[in-house]
């Protein structure tokens, strides 16, 4: 049985909703079995983690640098980062190459009055975010920025996030895992005595798309059949055929894990980045609206033009899982799985800097080289990617990263001569 596929956003989103769950449940089956073997599945991954907290273990996997670089990563420590979605990379740069990354962005924002220009934030999907003095700064072409994109480093650590991804299947190969394209993403800097409520938990890359489009429906196509066991989270299949919902949330390409490169020492009390490491979870966020206390229009507080949300009310074994990372120094780097839950952590009179740019691992397929083609352009006018506001501050702005000082990386994760 096919389901019903809205691909733009229904005019009546309540009654789609109530359609699309009808559906889901007569080609699914018996969805109270379906759950309670995701339901089984994710409370032995809950114990674990809780466990492994009381044993004062890190449940996030960390790597060095030089073991991936090496190529001795262990076999276990590779289960553990499949299994835990989630990796903390030690050393992927020099601390001082960091620390002086974070120093050129000082400069680089200071030299150009952006503190005058800034207009506050030009979205509200982060609306906890101080509009005269932000976090999240829409800095996009910084030398920081575009040099640690196109490091060897940067390449050989996305070529191995990306070979954890089963990248052929269904008799197709969908994507790369040895190139990446560029997706440019901004930097949050926050000094220290920040007080500031963090971010509640969800996911990016999908939300009400996650039920309501054909190419979501194919990678989710185990869980339709009430197949669970067959359900792959590391299966590439389709995903880069996906198109979302053009919103203030949506992303352009695919992203394999997303990521960031600390620029300052974090502690893990300091208001840092938490996910629910069980890449499965969201098989238990796709069906968990289907059972009978949820309200037939209801996707369990899932609404178009925000990202899918999670909290106590619906998933409260889930939250039970919600995890920080460990203390970071410059330098590190911190990744998870593209449909992580993951949140930050509300923090009062922060002790240090928290700053950060974000660079996530998006391999080349067709889908990702269409936009990084986009970018490109919008890199040698020095705009907004088109994900993001079109607020172009550095369009003028001395200082900022030209076309001459483009590596071959740089070159080929921007479409450039390819």
């Not at 620390?99 to 009055?113: F, P």
């Not at 196109?150 to 299947?169: G, I």
């Not at 008799?171 to 901004?186: A, H, K, T």
């Not at 240090?352 to 006018?381: H, Q, S």
Request: proline share 7%; hydrophobic share 35%.
């Amino acid at each position: 049985m096919s389901l019903p596929q809205w691909p733009t956003p229904p005019a009546d989103v309540a009654a789609a909703t109530r359609e699309i769950k009808a559906a889901m449940r007569e080609r699914i089956g018996d969805v109270k079995a379906l759950f309670a073997d995701i339901e089984a599945f994710i409370t032995a991954e809950v114990e674990d983690i809780e466990a492994t907290k009381a044993r004062g273990e890190s449940v996030w996997p960390i790597i060095d640098y030089a073991d991936i670089e090496a190529g001795t990563v262990t076999p276990e420590t590779l289960a553990y980062i499949k299994r835990r979605g989630c990796a903390v990379i030690r050393g992927q740069f020099p601390e001082q190459t960091a620390r002086e990354w974070d120093a050129s962005l000082i400069d680089y924002v200071d030299s150009n009055n952006f503190m005058e220009a800034y207009k506050g934030p030009a979205d509200n999907f982060f609306g906890t975010l101080d509009a005269s003095r932000p976090e999240i700064y829409p800095i996009y072409w910084s030398p920081a920025q575009m040099e640690a994109r196109q490091d060897k480093r940067m390449a050989t650590v996305q070529s191995f996030l990306n070979s954890q991804w089963k990248h052929e299947s269904e008799g197709r190969v969908w994507f790369d895992p040895n190139q990446d394209s560029m997706y440019p993403d901004r930097i949050r800097r926050r000094p220290p005595g920040t007080t500031s409520k963090g971010l509640g938990s969800h996911t990016d890359s999908g939300a009400l798309e996650r039920w309501f489009t054909g190419a979501y429906q194919l990678v989710n196509r185990h869980l339709l059949n009430g197949d669970f066991a067959s359900y792959d989270p590391w299966d590439a299949a389709y995903r880069t055929e996906v198109d979302e919902y053009d919103t203030s949330t949506m992303c352009s390409v695919f992203r394999s894990f997303q990521g960031w490169v600390a620029l300052s020492e974090m502690k893990h009390d300091q208001g840092v980045l938490h996910t629910v490491p069980i890449p499965a979870a969201m098989a238990y966020l796709l069906i968990r609206p289907l059972l009978e206390d949820v309200p037939e229009d209801s996707l369990c507080d899932t609404a178009y033009g925000f990202c899918l949300p999670i909290n106590d009310q619906w998933h409260p074994l889930l939250m039970r899982a919600n995890t920080g990372i460990p203390d970071v120094r410059p330098g590190d780097t911190v990744w998870w799985h593209c449909d992580m839950i993951h949140s930050v952590a509300p923090v009062e009179n922060q002790e240090g800097w928290g700053n950060v740019m974000y660079i996530p691992a998006a391999p080349m397929c067709e889908k990702n080289m269409k936009y990084a083609r986009d970018v490109a352009e919008r890199f040698l006018r020095g705009e907004s990617p088109s994900d993001f506001p079109k607020e172009d501050y550095e369009v003028s702005w001395a200082g900022r990263f030209d076309r001459s000082q483009l590596n071959e990386i740089g070159e080929r994760g921007l479409g450039l001569g390819v």
